[in-house]
């Protein structure tokens, strides 16, 4: 009954919200971010001590921020991943430098975008598939109808999905090997032998080699992009900033490079980074 039943109360659900104004969703959201804030929890403790610790300056203005950023993502969520109107989903996206992403793919080696959980990083598949044909990196829930809605719901006509899993990797791989763009998002804990050990803001991170074999295979350019915020019903602008050199054959320097790209897209826009997802934990084998 849920494989049946899940699939189309969450479709619902989604479609609901997704017709709403984008200036809506993101008052809305904020006030979600707020009532949260407003309770303890779990969340909000984790995303209160890693704030702290990555930016010793900040204050409890910020952490209250940066919670209602987290309520504004989870309501923009449906209104990327439901619309298909790319010209007006572009109108929303401050960017001069598309060219960027057109010279390097000329190379025919790829491209490998990158980008930590930060700001509305769920518009970032839509937008750049609206001009190429790419492949997204996704954890994949442990409910199998669950997964399934969510290939179906965020795939595009350029725009695939692939389940981390081995699957996956090989995905990835034939994408690069095409001359064609794959999306990583770094910051998540890799599962225990798929990563290393790396600082992240000046803490131990497990942190994935994936992006480093990906490169070295396919000698693909690696560009760091994020989608800010720039208020509600402002748009977004994205940023985007090519690493200036290949990463490193050794796995720790690689990561410790790619953590360290991390890092200088958060402090663009700290308060909006999901600073509550437990990216410090020890990986699960």
């Given amino acids: 009954m849920r494989k049946v039943l899940g699939p189309a109360v969450v479709t619902l659900i989604f479609r609901s919200l997704a017709w709403l104004p984008l200036s809506l969703l993101q008052a809305l959201g904020a006030c979600v971010g707020w009532l949260t804030w407003q309770f303890p929890g779990t969340y909000k403790r984790r995303a209160e001590e890693n704030f702290s610790r990555a930016f010793p300056s900040s204050n409890a203005s910020m952490h209250r921020a940066a919670m209602l950023s987290v309520g504004k993502m989870m309501l923009e969520m449906p209104y990327w991943w439901v619309r298909r109107n790319e010209a007006q989903l572009n109108r929303q996206v401050e960017c001069k430098e598309w060219q960027l992403f057109d010279a390097a793919l000329q190379s025919g080696k790829g491209v490998i975008l990158l980008s930590p959980h930060v700001g509305c990083f769920e518009l970032l598949g839509p937008i750049y598939s609206s001009r190429h044909k790419s492949t997204v990196l996704f954890r994949p829930p442990r409910q199998i109808w669950l997964q399934a809605w969510i290939v179906k719901m965020r795939s595009r006509p350029q725009l695939t999905m692939a389940p981390a899993n081995l699957s996956g990797v090989r995905t990835l791989v034939k994408t690069l090997l095409r001359g064609q763009t794959i999306g990583i998002l770094p910051d998540q804990v890799p599962t225990l032998g ?9 803490r131990p991170a497990y942190t994935m080699t994936l992006v480093q074999r990906l490169q070295s295979l396919s000698g693909a350019t690696i560009f760091i992009i994020g989608a800010e915020r720039k208020g509600i019903g402002r748009g977004y602008r ?36 999901l600073w509550g997802y437990n990216r410090y934990k020890t990986p699960a084998s």
């Fill in 194 to 202: 798929e990563g290393v050990w790396a600082p992240f803001f000046g």
């Fill in 238 to 273: 994205l940023h985007i900033h090519p690493m200036p050199q290949p990463l490193s054959a050794d796995p720790v320097s690689a990561a410790t490079e790619i953590n360290h790209q991390m890092e200088e897209m958060i402090r663009r826009m700290p308060t909006q980074y």
